[in-house]
């Protein structure tokens, strides 16, 4: 980060009173965490659901910090030994910022959302970008209210390109951020079951994922997914410029279905391909990212040879070989979209199939239905062995063991099942077969994986 802006021209922008002596000091980096504070640093005081940012000013102060940003009346300058500014709402502040920063720079800007695919599409998207020009992302999961701007402050005078996504967890969510990053380019990966527990229902889900809409720049372009149920709407909902794509022959942007050791997809009679190997989740994936980069002007050639550099996220049905078993992880989340997906992934794979799966986490009311359609998925896809843990995993391991077939054991916690994941696993190295181990982030199955 490199802002080179001064104190006063910082309250100015985010409307705060400047109190200190030196308003014409130099302000470059940002931080939140006083862990990270260097000599010269701002710091900016936010307030989490367990903390409070400003009872943190004074120890940023003495770990060099030139100027602290702080709501009204919160902390005491006396005590500070550095320059205060002080506003209403440092959250709102923050946002107005990166929104200032945003537009000063003269570069395009693609925004991701969906349920499922973001933090991939995004990679594919970013490697098709810097084929073009010099891009910068948003890093891990800084994609909410206080990760996309500081996302959106990484931007300098070099950037060609910007690709950012955005997750949400209520109602709003992608209204409030999506407004600043301004996209020219706005890609919705998908609707699915996911933070149920905070929607409430999948139309308020829909609702949210097209919030993005309202941020596209005037000669912007909507990128999304028609195959989804949800997003086909927009077919007859959307008047705008978009690129539908999808697997349906009734796409603009329209991929090829076909086995191969290459991806490839036809948009206006041309036919693009790059050599990766995607399994069916990711072509979609892929689709988003090549859709936006057409939305955003990049040429055939630039989208070719940016998806082939694209190198898989790790934790996202990552493949291990040992002996002569192949091993799954996708234990960084889960809903009944991407636990599907996962599944269709493992039956790729040399047989027997060992699913070790964990609870799909924040769907509500709606966790012992997703759970027992899980079961179901299971059962179809003829899958001989399948390790579960979770409170929410009972419905499965229920409908499993009364219907017989398959080989279930059930334990309330992950640690229940880690001596017969070691089992399974030990099993498919001697003899050959596949092990999947997908849980949410919350259940913690990198410990089942450690202990493999």
Known sequence: MKLNITAEELAKIIKGDFTGKQPRRVIDVISKDTRAINAGDCYWALKGSNFDGADFAAQAAAKGAALIVAPQGSVNLNCLGADLIEVPDTLAALQTLAKYHRLKHNLKVAA???????????????????????????????????????????????????????????????????????????????????????????????????????????????????????????????????????????????????????????????????????????????????????????????IEKGLASYEPMPLRLQVERRGKAVLLLDYYNANPASMESALDALLKYPAPHTAVLGDMLELGGFAEQYHAELAQKILVRGIKRALLAGPHMRAAYEILAKAGGVMVKYSVDKAGIAGDAREALSEACACGGSVLIKASRGMGFEEIYKAL
């Open 112 to 302: 991701i959302t969906g349920s499922n695919g973001k933090s991939t599409t995004k990679q594919m998207l970013l490697a098709i970008m810097s084929a073009a020009g010099k891009t910068t992302a948003n890093i891990g999961n800084l994609n909410n209210q206080i990760g996309v701007p500081l996302s959106l402050l990484e931007i300098t005078e070099r950037d060609d390109y910007g690709v950012f996504e955005l997750g949400a967890s209520k109602r709003g969510d992608i209204d409030e951020i999506a407004s600043l990053a301004l996209p020219d380019a706005a890609v919705i990966t998908n609707v699915s079951p996911a933070h149920l527990e905070f929607f409430g229902d999948m139309e308020n889900i829909y609702k949210t994922k097209t919030e993005i809409i309202k941020s596209l720049n005037a000669s912007g372009a909507l990128v999304y997914n028609l195959d989804n149920e949800y997003l086909r709407r927009l077919k007859t909902e959307y008047n705008g410029r978009a690129i539908a794509y999808g697997f349906s022959p009734y796409a603009d942007l329209v991929i090829d279905d076909a086995e191969g050791k290459e991806f490839s997809f036809t948009y206006r009679g041309a036919v693009f391909r790059a050599p990766v190997v995607l399994e069916r989740h990711n072509k979609l994936n892929a689709a988003a990212a090549c859709g936006a980069a057409i939305a955003l002007g990049l040429f055939k050639e630039q």
